[in-house]
């Protein structure tokens, strides 16, 4: 017998007694270690780059959620004190309608009460002024339904009064020169 006989003859007879052939067992450990190193490393490269992305996806949404519920605390607590800085200025102002109310009680001169509520008033008006508060012009205006609010219309006195403002019932007023109060206005027609 030959070599090659023989390597058939034992191949035939390990693979009766259901074993591989040393030969082709090698060959097919190799092929299949040779392919599956380089797919097991790509694969786990992979997998740690799709963890990595994870973890950064996660913390990016954690982070915008702390940000998201931050902004509105902050903006809850701005509206809450938003009104502080004209609250603290009416207060003089406060102070003063006691201490004219006090006076009204036990006070007999009319001229005296007046000039006092005239001083309130004017402390009123320059306190609010200075907030930023700018009463609209309306008498004789032309009527402008973006900054007037017509309750009626009635005959102009004069031909030169129609469709202008003859009576405010309600004065109108910018805030930094921003409507935040349309004017109440009678009309000429």
Same mark, same amino acid.
């Given at each position: ?14 693979t009766?007694?259901?074993q591989?052939?040393?030969a082709e067992?090698n ?6 270690q040779?392919?599956?190193a380089p ?6 490269k ?8 994870r973890d @950064?996806? =996660? +913390?990016?949404?954690a ?9 509105a605390? /902050?903006r809850?607590?701005? !509206?809450?004190t ?9 207060l003089?102002?406060?102070d003063?309608c ?12 009319i ?7 005239v001083l309130v008033f ?8 200075? @907030?930023? =508060? +700018?009463?609209?012009?309306s ?9 007037? /609010?017509?309750?009626?219309? !009635?005959p ?5 009064l ?9 004065k ?18």
């Amino acid at each position: 017998m030959t070599d090659k006989e023989k390597d058939i003859q034992t191949d035939s007879q390990d693979t009766a007694n259901g074993q591989q052939p040393a030969a082709e067992e090698n060959n097919a450990g190799g092929n299949v270690q040779a392919e599956k190193a380089p797919e097991e490393g790509e694969l786990e490269k992979k997998q740690q780059e799709l963890n990595e992305i994870r973890d @950064k996806y =996660l +913390r990016l949404v954690a982070e915008f959620d702390n940000f998201r519920k931050r902004t509105a605390k /902050e903006r809850v607590e701005l !509206i809450q004190t938003a009104n502080k800085e004209v609250i603290l200025a009416m207060l003089d102002v406060l102070d003063d309608c006691d201490r004219a109310y006090r006076q009204l009680e036990t006070a007999t001169d009319i001229d005296a009460m007046r000039d006092g509520v005239v001083l309130v008033f004017n402390k009123l008006k320059s306190t609010l002024q200075a @907030k930023g =508060l +700018r009463p609209m012009e309306s008498m004789h205006e032309e009527f402008n339904p973006d900054m007037h /609010e017509a309750i009626t219309e !009635i005959p102009a006195p004069a031909e030169d009064l129609k469709g202008k403002v003859i009576d405010e019932l309600q004065k109108g007023y910018y805030l930094n020169d921003k409507l935040i109060r349309y004017a109440k206005v009678v009309v000429g027609k």
